[in-house]
């Protein structure tokens, strides 16, 4: 059976590639424009971009209603710091970071990204115990009013909230752990892993509520791509576009082909622009259902939004 998308125009969608463009004109876009909403991939496993380093990693400059959002940070902060250089893209002057999870291969270049910005307000996962700092009630432990206070916690007297360091002292954290509004059309999806491997693992995803539907930046999707799709339809039913990994990369054929029929027929998703941990397999099958609503989003390519409306 052949799915039904809904009909986008040519004035109302468009999304280009470094050096291609999904337009009418035959003239291609070398340099996208900085002033328009964009997307620039600057970590990743694969790409065309010679004078970048491939690792695996993730990390995607997000430019959007005036908003400069560095999504996570690679792997590697010499990698990034080289990655970003490549791209004259300087990372001093953000608006803010989103960290999606604790994993270190979307961490690992906080260290050059606190070197050039160390001030920066970071957006991270609020779990119990965290690398990126926590805080719990100190109703959480038992007590024994029985014990000496030699032997009592803070000597029976325990702050209301306990406040727990994270791995970046100083480092301007602000811990997210349900889906909230950061600033005009942009939100913050929280979500938790219930899978093997990744149980209790909290994630963030990016959403941003354009006149097309949501553009949905996802770092492992962890808890699941359709899971984490289904939450941002909450904000708007029209998924117009996502991009990153969509954590499909050791999954067997038949469950990759459930999860990309889903997102095509179930989520109605315009568009796809998988990277990371995605998958070489699931890179194929996505192709495959998708077609020229697929876009390649490899190291070095900045995939540009248009605003127009329908």
């Known amino acids: 059976m052949t799915a039904c998308f809904p009909a986008v125009s040519r ?3 468009t999304l280009l590639l470094v050096g291609f463009a999904m337009t009418t004109s035959t003239t291609p ?3 996208a424009d900085p002033q328009k909403p964009q997307i620039t991939i600057l970590y990743d496993a694969f790409g065309k971009d010679s004078a970048m380093q491939k690792d695996w990693g993730y ?3 997000v430019e959007y209603g005036g908003k400069r959002i560095l999504f996570d940070t690679g792997n590697n902060p010499e990698v990034l710091a080289q990655n970003a250089k490549a791209k004259n893209i300087d990372l001093s002057k953000l608006d803010f970071v989103v960290m999606s999870h604790r994993h270190g291969d979307h961490m690992g270049g906080l260290a050059y990204l606190l070197k050039v910005n160390p001030k920066v307000k970071i957006y991270a996962p609020k779990e119990g115990f965290g690398v990126y700092g ?3 009630p100190s109703s959480f432990y038992r007590k024994d009013s029985s014990l000496p206070p030699e032997q009592r916690y803070y000597g029976g ?3 209301d909230i306990m406040r727990f360091g994270s791995a970046w002292p100083g480092a301007n954290f602000q ?4 889906t909230v509004q950061i600033a005009p059309d942009i939100y913050l999806i929280s979500s938790i892993s219930d899978k093997p491997g990744t149980l209790e693992l909290h994630e963030l995803s990016l959403a941003i509520k354009t006149s097309n539907g949501v553009v949905l930046v996802v770092g492992c999707s962890h808890p699941g791509i359709d899971k984490i ?3 941002a339809s909450t904000i708007d039913p029209r998924i117009h ?10 999954t067997n054929d038949a469950d990759i082909q459930k999860i990309v029929t889903a997102l095509r027929d179930t989520f109605h998703v315009e568009y796809v622009a998988p990277g990371h941990c995605t998958g070489e397999p699931a890179f194929t099958a996505l192709k495959k259902t998708f077609g020229d609503r697929y876009l390649f989003a490899g190291l070095g390519t900045t995939v540009a939004l248009s605003t127009s409306p329908n």
């Open 157 to 159: 007297a325990p702050p």
């Open 11 to 13: 004035s109302a969608v």
């Open 29 to 31: 876009m070398a340099i």
């Open 241 to 250: 576009l996502i991009v990153g990994g969509f954590h499909l990369v050791a």
């Open 59 to 61: 990390a995607a400059l």
């Open 229 to 231: 799709v289904e939450a």
């Open 134 to 136: 926590a805080d719990l």
């Open 175 to 178: 811990l997210v752990d349900k």
